[in-house]
């Protein structure tokens, strides 16, 4: 019984010195201070994180792009966007500041897809936008690539803004909804002011936009392949063109 009792104490002491000695190998092993080389890794998200544990960028496939309720750098995220893959960027004080997200996929009329890639003023919505989409409908294709700079106002920050986005998705009236989303158009709304690229009306050239976000100039090249120049009134009435 004694010899049963010894073996036992062995076996104990054996197994707790294997296990402190793999615990620190793993330890050293992870605290190394080499990169660490791989092949191939798959993944469903990674979230680039500075020492302090501040989130600084999130790549991410379509199931784990956060939106809801989800919490980021201790601040609420845009809740009602849709899921996609791609990137989203977050500044020193851990606001988002911008991303790349895309889509692609055939329907019921043919296909949709799309690419974003943005720039966001702070605490708001974004100044610069590549964006490309490209749909199918049946026998009619529409593609559309374009560089476009926005202003955007002061006035809110993302919080904010996302309590009016709450409250106008809760709004099922249309009609209602319109006119709640022009009341708040000053506060929220962003304006266009340039836009370099192909437009869906399949126009090739230079957009410019007044401060109210009316044409107020374009020289492009439209789908016939006619050289075009125009310059607007502040109603949005050509007022002088090229050819005439």
Same mark, same amino acid.
């Given at each position: 019984?004694?010899?049963?009792? !010894?073996?036992?104490?062995?076996?104990? @002491?054996?197994?707790?010195? @294997?296990?402190? #000695?793999?615990?620190?190998?793993?330890?050293?092993?992870?605290?190394?201070?080499?990169?660490?080389?791989?092949?191939?890794?798959?993944?469903?998200?990674?979230?680039?994180?500075?020492?302090?544990? @501040?989130?600084?960028?999130?790549?991410?496939?379509?199931?784990?792009?956060?939106?809801?309720?989800?919490?980021? &750098?201790?601040?609420? #995220?845009?809740?009602?966007?849709?899921?996609?893959?791609?990137?989203?960027?977050?500044?020193?004080?851990?606001?988002?500041?911008?991303?790349?997200?895309?889509?692609?996929?055939? &329907?019921?009329?043919?296909?949709?897809?799309?690419?974003?890639?943005? =720039?966001?003023? =702070?605490?708001?919505?974004?100044?610069?936008?590549?964006?490309?989409?490209?749909?199918?409908?049946?026998?009619?294709?529409?593609?559309?690539?374009?560089?476009?700079?926005?202003? !955007?106002?002061? &006035?809110?920050?993302?919080?904010?803004? =996302?309590?009016?986005?709450?409250?106008?998705?809760?709004?099922?009236?249309?009609?209602?909804?319109?006119?709640?989303?022009?009341? =708040?158009?000053?506060?929220?709304?962003? @304006?266009?002011?340039?836009?370099?690229?192909?437009?869906?009306?399949?126009?090739?050239?230079?957009?410019?936009?007044?401060?109210?976000?009316?044409?107020?100039?374009?020289?492009?090249?439209?789908?016939?392949? &006619?050289?075009?120049?125009?310059?607007?009134?502040?109603?949005?009435?050509?007022?002088?063109?090229?050819?005439?």
């Amino acid at each position: 019984m004694k010899k049963l009792n !010894r073996e036992l104490v062995l076996l104990r @002491t054996f197994a707790v010195s @294997t296990a402190a #000695i793999m615990s620190v190998l793993l330890l050293f092993a992870f605290k190394t201070n080499e990169n660490q080389k791989f092949g191939t890794i798959d993944v469903e998200r990674i979230n680039i994180v500075e020492a302090d544990g @501040t989130v600084k960028m999130i790549i991410t496939n379509v199931e784990q792009f956060p939106n809801g309720e989800t919490i980021i &750098n201790d601040k609420p #995220i845009n809740k009602n966007r849709k899921k996609r893959s791609g990137m989203l960027y977050f500044n020193e004080d851990g606001l988002e500041c911008g991303g790349l997200i895309y889509d692609g996929a055939k &329907n019921e009329n043919g296909h949709s897809s799309g690419l974003s890639l943005t =720039y966001d003023r =702070y605490d708001g919505d974004q100044l610069m936008q590549l964006l490309t989409t490209d749909e199918a409908r049946g026998d009619e294709r529409r593609v559309s690539s374009a560089l476009m700079f926005s202003d !955007r106002t002061a &006035n809110l920050g993302r919080k904010e803004t =996302y309590k009016i986005s709450a409250e106008l998705d809760n709004i099922k009236d249309k009609k209602l909804r319109r006119q709640k989303r022009k009341e =708040y158009a000053d506060q929220v709304g962003g @304006t266009p002011r340039i836009l370099l690229g192909k437009t869906s009306s399949q126009n090739n050239g230079l957009f410019l936009f007044g401060d109210n976000g009316k044409p107020k100039a374009m020289f492009y090249v439209d789908k016939d392949n &006619n050289v075009k120049l125009e310059v607007y009134d502040d109603q949005g009435k050509v007022t002088n063109s090229w050819p005439e």
